[in-house]
């Protein structure tokens, strides 16, 4: 039985961030796998992924990895990274894209009509490099992490829940976003913890030492 998860289902920066997770946590066994047994064995799950949703999604059914993931989210301090956020929502606009259904919602795009700064002038999509973080509601993983503290993003989508309190962080770009999600036993991120100096170091760190209650930690 692993202490930590990495799910493979061919998409992502999955080795940088078992890279991370050993770099924060040296005695813990971390293990990158496409194996549904070894997932669901392990006592923490991390499901990272880049790309585009309908191919990501492609890829976990092909592997067979879909009920695991799901069972994974159900059981067991979970926590899901960029793609791995999004795909645990019902729906992506992007490809038109059935998804894991974990959380209630949808993920859209940033659309070009609103793609402006303050002075007018046209912001790129993806939204990519580092942005500020507000958390907007405590949490184990938030502890010992600055609100609006500074992570790094690559992104043309965002999630945007059906259930206003599964936000725990926002951003801007240009306006506010939801770019981080919790309930229960669940942790997701848009941005790249493993990617994010650290700030990210820290809440890999307390990933790794949290037991997936959601009640906040006392410092």
């Known amino acids: 039985m692993a202490d930590v998860a990495v799910v493979d289902y061919g998409m992502g ?3 940088s961030v078992a890279k991370a997770v050993e770099h924060v946590a040296p005695g813990a066994e971390v293990v ?11 006592k923490r799950v991390v499901f990272p992924g880049q790309g585009a949703a309908r191919d990501c999604m492609a890829a976990i059914n092909d592997r067979g990895l879909r009920e695991a993931i ?12 960029c793609m791995g956020l999004q795909v645990l929502f019902e729906h992506s ?13 949808n993920v859209v795009r940033f659309p070009d009509e609103r793609m402006r700064d303050d002075q007018g002038n046209k912001l790129k999509v993806p939204h990519m ?19 609006g503290a500074r992570f790094y993003f690559v992104h043309s989508f965002y999630v945007d829940p059906a259930d206003p309190a599964l936000a725990i962080g926002t951003s801007s770009y240009p306006y506010d ?18 990617k994010s100096a650290a700030a990210g170091l820290r809440l890999l760190a307390n990933f790794v030492t949290w037991d997936g209650n959601s009640q906040p930690m006392s410092l």
């Open 129 to 147: 490099g580092w942005n500020n973080v507000r958390q907007t509601r405590p949490h184990p993983l938030w502890t010992g992490i600055d609100d």
């Open 13 to 15: 920066n999955l080795h």
């Open 32 to 42: 990158v796998t496409s194996d549904p047994g070894a997932i669901l064995a392990a």
């Open 177 to 194: 976003f939801v770019c981080a999600c919790a309930r229960d036993n669940v942790f997701a991120v848009q941005f790249h913890p493993e």
């Open 70 to 81: 799901v069972q994974a989210a159900a059981s067991k301090p979970f926590l899901g990274i």
């Open 93 to 105: 606009e992007e490809g038109d894209t059935p998804c894991l259904g974990v959380f209630p919602g």
